[in-house]
C-alpha cells in the first residue's frame, strides 16, 4: 500500500485511494444545496463512509449544508452491537462539534405498531420467513425513509460495494447513472445513493479505518473485533431492491429469516455470555411459528390456511419474552409496546369476526 500523504488535521498518513475519495467528497458536497444523509450501522462499510465524510470535512472551512448520520433502531438489534454503536455516536456528537463540522446525528426507530414484537406478540404476526419477509420495510427501511423523503431532493451516503457478490453487482447496475459513484433509488427521482466507496475491496474498508485516526470515535479494532465475533452488516436504507439483511449480519437478535444465527452464536462462543438466553429464544421461536396448533386455521382476510399466531400462542410467547429478560438481565422489550400489545389482543377478543377456527 503506498501513503503519500497526510491529514492536515491529525497528520496521520491517509492512502492514495483515501485522498482521491476525500477530494471527490469534498467536490460533491460543495457542489449545491442538497441535503445529505449517511446511512450507518455501525459495520465496516457505513463507518468507512463516514470516516471519509469526516475527513473531507474537516479540511473544508465552510460547511454550507448540514449532514446528518442517521442510526435505525429496531427495538431488536443485537444488544452489544447496539450499546457499540450508540457509545460511538455519542462520541462522534462531542467529536464534530470539537472540529466545528456540521454532523446532526439522528436515531430513528420504527413506529410503534410495525416494531417487531408489537407486530408478533400483539398482532399475531409469524416471525419472518424469506417467503414472508415483513420485517425489512417496517423495521429499517421505513424509519430511515421518513426521515429522508422530509426533503423535496437528497443525497443518501451508503457503503455500497462492487465485488461483495455477483447478485449484489447486478443489483447495483441496475440502478447505475451517468457517474459511477451515484446510483438511482428505485423509482424515486427525489433521492440519489453516492458512494464514495463503490470500487472499494474489504481490505481498502480495513485500511481506510486503520489509516485514518480521525474521527477518534470510529475504533477500527473495536469494529474488527466485532466483525471478528459477529459478521458483516445490515442495510441501512434500501439501497437496492430485495437486499436481504439477515444473511449472518449485524440485524435483528431475532430474526428467523436465516436457518441459524450465525452472528450471535458466534459472538457467544467468543464469550457474550449474556446472548445466550436471547439465542435459545430465537430458536424457540423460529419452531414455534410452524406449530399448527398455535395459528389460527383462518387468516384475517377469511381465507382458510395458516392465519395469525392465536391468543394464546401470543401470551406464551410474551412470558417466555419476559423470562428471557429476566435470564440475560437486559431490556429487551419496551413498557409502551407491552401495553399496545395488550390492546391489541383485547380488539381481537372483542372483533366478533376474528377467529381462530
Ligand atoms: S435482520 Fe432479519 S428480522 Fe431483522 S429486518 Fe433483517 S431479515 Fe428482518
Given at each position: 500500500?503506498?501513503?503519500?500523504?497526510?491529514?492536515?488535521?491529525?497528520?496521520?498518513?491517509?492512502?492514495?485511494?483515501?485522498?482521491?475519495?476525500?477530494?471527490?467528497?469534498?467536490?460533491?458536497?460543495?457542489?449545491?444545496?442538497?441535503?445529505?444523509?449517511?446511512?450507518?450501522?455501525?459495520?465496516?462499510?457505513?463507518?468507512?463512509?463516514?470516516?471519509?465524510?469526516?475527513?473531507?470535512?474537516?479540511?473544508?472551512?465552510?460547511?454550507?449544508?448540514?449532514?446528518?448520520?442517521?442510526?435505525?433502531?429496531?427495538?431488536?438489534?443485537?444488544?452489544?452491537?447496539?450499546?457499540?454503536?450508540?457509545?460511538?455516536?455519542?462520541?462522534?456528537?462531542?467529536?464534530?462539534?470539537?472540529?466545528?463540522?456540521?454532523?446532526?446525528?439522528?436515531?430513528?426507530?420504527?413506529?410503534?405498531?410495525?416494531?417487531?414484537?408489537?407486530?408478533?406478540?400483539?398482532?399475531?404476526?409469524?416471525?419472518?420467513?424469506?417467503?414472508?419477509?415483513?420485517?425489512?420495510?417496517?423495521?429499517?427501511?421505513?424509519?430511515?425513509?421518513s426521515i429522508i423523503d422530509n426533503?423535496?431532493?437528497?443525497?443518501?451516503?451508503?457503503?455500497?460495494?462492487?465485488?461483495?457478490?455477483?447478485?449484489?453487482?447486478?443489483?447495483?447496475?441496475?440502478?447505475?447513472?451517468?457517474?459511477?459513484?451515484?446510483?438511482?433509488?428505485?423509482?424515486?427521482?427525489?433521492?440519489?445513493?453516492?458512494s464514495p466507496i463503490i470500487d472499494?475491496?474489504?481490505?481498502?474498508?480495513?485500511?481506510?479505518?486503520?489509516?485514518?485516526?480521525?474521527?477518534?470515535?470510529?475504533?477500527?479494532?473495536?469494529?474488527?473485533?466485532?466483525?471478528?465475533?459477529?459478521?458483516?452488516?445490515?442495510?441501512?436504507?434500501?439501497?437496492?431492491?430485495?437486499?436481504?439483511?439477515?444473511?449472518?449480519?449485524?440485524?435483528?437478535?431475532?430474526?428467523?429469516?436465516?436457518?441459524?444465527?450465525?452472528?450471535?452464536?458466534?459472538?457467544?462462543?467468543?464469550?457474550?455470555?449474556?446472548?445466550?438466553?436471547?439465542?435459545?429464544?430465537?430458536?424457540?421461536?423460529?419452531?414455534?411459528?410452524?406449530?399448527?396448533?398455535?395459528?389460527?386455521?383462518?387468516?384475517?382476510?377469511?381465507?382458510?390456511?395458516?392465519?395469525?399466531?392465536?391468543?394464546?400462542?401470543?401470551?406464551?410467547?410474551?412470558?417466555?419474552?419476559?423470562?428471557?429478560?429476566?435470564?440475560?438481565?437486559?431490556?429487551?422489550?419496551?413498557?409502551?409496546?407491552?401495553?399496545?400489545?395488550?390492546?391489541?389482543?383485547?380488539?381481537?377478543?372483542?372483533?366478533?369476526?376474528?377467529r381462530e377456527k
Amino acid at each position: 500500500m503506498i501513503l503519500t500523504t497526510f491529514c492536515s488535521k491529525c497528520l496521520q498518513p491517509i492512502t492514495n485511494k483515501d485522498r482521491n475519495i476525500i477530494n471527490l467528497i469534498q467536490r460533491e458536497y460543495t457542489k449545491d444545496d442538497v441535503p445529505w444523509y449517511i446511512g450507518y450501522s455501525g459495520g465496516k462499510d457505513s463507518s468507512a463512509v463516514l470516516t471519509l465524510v469526516f475527513n473531507a470535512l474537516v479540511e473544508i472551512k465552510k460547511h454550507h449544508k448540514p449532514v446528518e448520520i442517521i442510526y435505525c433502531d429496531t427495538g431488536v438489534e443485537i444488544p452489544t452491537i447496539s450499546k457499540y454503536v450508540k457509545s460511538t455516536l455519542e462520541s462522534l456528537k462531542l467529536e464534530s462539534t470539537s472540529f466545528n463540522l456540521p454532523f446532526k446525528v439522528t436515531i430513528a426507530k420504527p413506529k410503534l405498531d410495525d416494531r417487531y414484537f408489537v407486530k408478533v406478540i400483539g398482532r399475531g404476526y409469524p416471525p419472518p420467513t424469506n417467503i414472508f419477509r415483513w420485517c425489512t420495510d417496517r423495521l429499517r427501511i421505513n424509519p430511515v425513509k421518513s426521515i429522508i423523503d422530509n426533503n423535496a431532493y437528497s443525497i443518501v451516503l451508503l457503503g455500497v460495494r462492487l465485488g461483495e457478490s455477483k447478485e449484489r453487482d447486478k443489483t447495483i447496475k441496475k440502478h447505475n447513472t451517468d457517474s459511477k459513484y451515484y446510483l438511482n433509488q428505485g423509482t424515486s427521482t427525489k433521492t440519489k445513493i453516492f458512494s464514495p466507496i463503490i470500487d472499494y475491496t474489504v481490505n481498502d474498508v480495513w485500511a481506510t479505518l486503520k489509516f485514518n485516526a480521525l474521527p477518534y470515535s470510529i475504533d477500527h479494532s473495536t469494529i474488527g473485533q466485532l466483525y471478528k465475533d459477529a459478521g458483516s452488516e445490515c442495510p441501512v436504507y434500501r439501497e437496492t431492491k430485495g437486499t436481504p439483511c439477515g444473511k449472518g449480519r449485524f440485524g435483528c437478535w431475532t430474526c428467523t429469516v436465516v436457518r441459524q444465527d450465525k452472528s450471535v452464536r458466534s459472538m457467544i462462543e467468543h464469550g457474550y455470555d449474556e446472548l445466550k438466553p436471547l439465542f435459545e429464544f430465537r430458536n424457540w421461536l423460529s419452531i414455534f411459528r410452524d406449530q399448527a396448533d398455535f395459528r389460527c386455521k383462518v387468516r384475517r382476510n377469511g381465507a382458510s390456511g395458516l392465519g395469525p399466531i392465536t391468543l394464546v400462542g401470543r401470551k406464551m410467547i410474551l412470558q417466555r419474552l419476559l423470562e428471557t429478560e429476566i435470564k440475560s438481565d437486559l431490556r429487551l422489550i419496551e413498557k409502551e409496546e407491552i401495553l399496545r400489545i395488550k390492546e391489541l389482543w383485547q380488539v381481537d377478543e372483542d372483533n366478533s369476526g376474528y377467529r381462530e377456527k
